[in-house]
């Protein structure tokens, strides 16, 4: 059974930081991995992928310079370091993975919103609030 649990949520100030953490468990976490969020009354929105290996990474323009994903392949983890949090980034995160992709394709092979379908099992979420 595929889990993946993410953690690090909860309530910072406009300017902090947290770290999210998504640990995977029940399948090979052998291919890209990403961070979408969904604010109240909004869509789901792709936030940032990583690669199978690491060396891959692809943002969202709007947390680009802010947030830093990365993975630990042999914790089987993981993680979005989120710095400079502004208001407009509370919502709650939430992590996927896929076994279909490799790598996210830059924009002009995969455009923006396309991300959410080629992901195959997704976490139940953690919320980030970002106070004024």
């Known amino acids: 059974q595929v889990q993946l649990v993410e953690s690090g949520g909860g309530l910072v100030q406009a300017g902090g930081s947290l770290r999210l953490s998504c640990a995977a468990s029940g399948l090979l976490f052998s291919g890209a991995m990403g961070w979408f969020r969904q604010a109240p009354g909004k869509d789901r929105e792709f936030v940032a992928g990583?690669?199978?290996?690491?060396?891959?990474?692809r943002y969202a323009d709007s947390v680009k310079g802010r947030f830093t994903i990365s993975r630990d392949n042999s914790k089987n983890t993981v993680y979005l370091q989120m710095n400079g949090l502004k208001p407009e980034d509370a919502a709650v995160y939430y992590c996927a993975a896929s076994e279909r992709l490799q790598f996210f394709p830059e924009t002009y092979e995969m455009p923006s919103g396309e991300e959410a379908k080629f992901m195959d099992f997704w976490g139940k979420g953690t919320l980030v609030t970002v106070s004024s």
């Open positions: 990583i690669s199978r290996s690491g060396s891959m990474t």
